[in-house]
């Protein structure tokens, strides 16, 4: 990697960094959350208690993927994925997102 690849890759950390750092701190309270469900901490029936941890955890999911995607330059993890599941070829997603 010259120079000139390693300021860039530089800048895009100090862009995304601090929103990518947002969303992992965000995912680290849900997963607390759920852990705390786990270890019976939570004193609600347990129906509640299952609709609690299936919630926190479909939030958990697209937040990972906005995360992923902010560090691969800012592309979307669902625009990689519709382009891999139209074509229908697995490879088409790695190979576009090297370029």
Sequence with gaps: MDNRDSEKTQRHLEKVG??????MEEIKHRDAAIVSVLDGKVALPSPVLCDLCYVELRKICPQLDQ?????VDGVSVENEMQAVY?????????ASSSR
């Design 18 to 23: 601090p929103i990518y750092c947002r969303l």
């Design 67 to 71: 995360a992923r995607g902010r560090l």
């Design 86 to 94: 139209s074509t229908g070829d697995r490879r088409s997603s790695s």
